[in-house]
């Protein structure tokens, strides 16, 4: 007979704070996992004092996010708002446009990242891992791996998508952080965002002058036709995929280390199998789960979902830690690891941490090349890595879109 004691479920009525703060860096905030297991969608508050619908199983935000009833356009009446004037001063770009618009300016950008594309680009990620151990290990430890690995490592690959010189990464990093920052005040957020702006209109300028082999080049000499992709929203684009391929990756990189620092199992599989490298990649993406206040969507007409009627106008909001940590779905095996922890064999490709539907994550299949070489490596040249401060000491990022760590001391 178990003891446990049910979760203690809040009412629709009294519809918490989202995004709800993790008790825990490791999972799930437990108000969202006593939803999940309360069943249905539940109501919460954004910070306008506005109330929208919460899914956190894994098939209701999977229903949700391939629904055409949902729309992703922030400027729809009831849309969900990141933040103050959001909606007024967000750019226009693919995240936030509904189809056929959306499939039609997407699928201009969808060779770039392909699978083909990026695994390409393995040896040229494979250099700069080694760079930057080679800069760490000259530096000597400790070092902080956020500043010294996790942040230069996916700014140099997106420089080389886009060919942008890698000395003008500044920008974007200050760019990316104002964007998932929630601190951030509304006229500093909209500083930094006609600053990046009015960066990447330039740069497509020079590069419709002076074409290279990259991404802005090929946009710009393939799509520039009437039909191709608008001259206007080339800025807004590249703004969204530096930051959205900058920020994510990073973090990951961090959080990924340090679980692999805190499970030496784990860590030790990863070094006796190196073909694991991808299972573990999918792993820690379903583990973590770091985009912690999106997707948004609000109804386009009336659906019904999970056993809720959600009328047009609604907004819905998604915590996709809990579905990923649904226990319905990972963790079923006799065998298997439950699905709370951490087993980088699971190959869980099922997650939703680049979300899902036609809105799914552009840039994830060069993420998943970056992290899969990046662990078995910094392993591999520096056995000896560990952590240089008490776990309890590391500080989490606690008021961001996107979870992750601050600062990860390391030594060796």
């Known amino acids: ?165 890698y000395e003008d990464h500044a920008l974007f990093q200050r760019m990316a952080n104002a964007t998932t920052d929630l601190t951030f005040s509304p006229e500093e957020r909209l500083r930094l965002q006609e600053q990046a702006l009015a960066y990447y209109a330039d740069l497509v300028e020079r590069k419709r002058r002076e074409p290279g082999d990259d991404l802005v080049s090929r946009l710009v000499t393939e799509h520039g036709g009437t039909d191709g992709f608008p001259a206007e929203l080339l800025p807004q684009q590249l703004n969204l995929l530096v930051i959205a391929g900058h920020e994510t990756t990073a973090n990951m990189l961090g959080l990924g280390l340090l679980a692999l620092l805190r499970e030496p199992g784990q860590r030790e599989n990863l070094l006796a199998h190196p073909e694991l490298a991808a299972s573990a990649t999918e792993e820690m993406l379903r583990y973590w ?72 994550c552009l840039g994830q299949n060069l993420a998943r090349v970056e992290m899969q070489i990046a662990w078995p490596r910094l392993f591999e040249r520096i056995p000896g890595l560990r952590l240089a401060v008490p776990e309890q000491e590391l500080p989490f990022k606690l008021d961001s879109v996107v979870h992750g760590l601050k600062s990860l001391p390391v030594t060796w």
């Open 289 to 360: 789960s770091i985009v912690a206040a999106a997707p948004r969507r609000v109804a386009v007409e009336d659906v019904e979902i999970g056993g809720q009627l959600i009328r047009a106008g609604e907004g819905v909001v998604f915590s996709l830690i809990s579905g990923n940590h649904d226990p319905s779905v990972f963790g079923t095996g006799e065998d298997e690891c439950p699905a709370d922890k951490l087993d980088i064999a699971r190959g869980a490709r099922n997650h939703l941490a680049f979300g899902f539907g036609v809105h799914q």
């Open 1 to 165: 007979m178990s003891t446990s004691t049910p979760p203690t479920v809040v009412s629709s009525y009294d519809a918490p704070f989202y995004p709800a703060p993790r008790t825990c860096p490791f999972s799930a905030p437990e108000q969202h996992t006593a939803f999940r297991e309360a069943g249905g969608l539940h109501k919460v508050t954004i910070w306008d004092g506005s109330q929208h619908w919460l899914a956190t199983r894994h098939e209701d935000i999977r229903a949700l996010l391939a629904s055409p009833a949902l729309s992703s356009n922030i400027r729809k009446p009831g849309y969900p708002e990141f933040v103050p004037h959001h909606s007024e001063r967000a750019p226009r770009n693919i995240i936030n446009m509904d189809e056929p618009e959306h499939g039609r300016l997407r699928q201009m950008l969808t060779r770039e990242f392909s699978v083909k594309r990026t695994r390409a680009m393995h040896d040229d990620l494979l250099k700069i891992t080694d760079e930057l151990i080679d800069d760490m290990l000259a530096k000597g430890g400790p070092v902080d791996f956020i500043q010294d690995f996790a942040l230069p490592l996916p700014s140099m690959a997106i420089c080389l998508v886009l060919g942008i010189p």
